[in-house]
């Protein structure tokens, strides 16, 4: 069974608005969670790496105002799109690490921005 | 810098055949791989891993090779099913031990019945 949740698995929402993605492990605690973006036939990029207790650590190039990223909690991660246009419509993947190094991913969340 | 990269984006092969899927990589500091198996619209799924102390390791019907000689990597197929079709990526941990995964383009395997 998956050990990763993602939720919610789909969401639109309106141009202008913000929306949040969570993502949790369920049967372990996660102090390191990551955050993708897929583009169809694409692969996964890196957007960010979630640290319990502490601010997220961006990639380059990806706007911290714009997908905020908490982790307020050893099981629980949020990425937050706000102000969400319709080219921040894509595919949203989540990871948490386990014990030494490996990693679950969730199952991804379609976000589509009308 | 640092990348991964597959020699194939599609590979069809017959049920019942054996697949191989390859992977190259360029940080030969990385000590951590990974092989994801990816149906459409869903998340990745761990498939099996190696570490760089480590040439070969082996699953359920799939097998893994390291060539750290040459920064290869291989995923083999064994007996491959109509439900191995999916899209395959190869990931290696960046350089520091930081847990963060750097993907290959992936590879769309089709398993013709």
Redesign the interface.
Known sequence: GAVVSQHPSRVICKSGTSVKIECRSLDFQATTMFWYRQFPKQSLMLMATSNEGSKATYEQGVEKDKFLINHASLTLSTLTVTSAHPEDSSFYICSARRYGNTIYFGEGSWLTVV | GESVGLHLPTLSVQEGDNSIINCAYSNSASD?F?W?KQES??????II?IRSNMDKRQGQRVTVLLNKTVKHLSLQIAATQPGDSAVY?CAE?ASG??????????TTLQVKP
């Open positions: 951590y990974i994801y619209g869903k998340g990745p799924q761990f891993d990526f941990t031990n930081t847990g963060k995964l750097i993907f290959g383009q992936g």
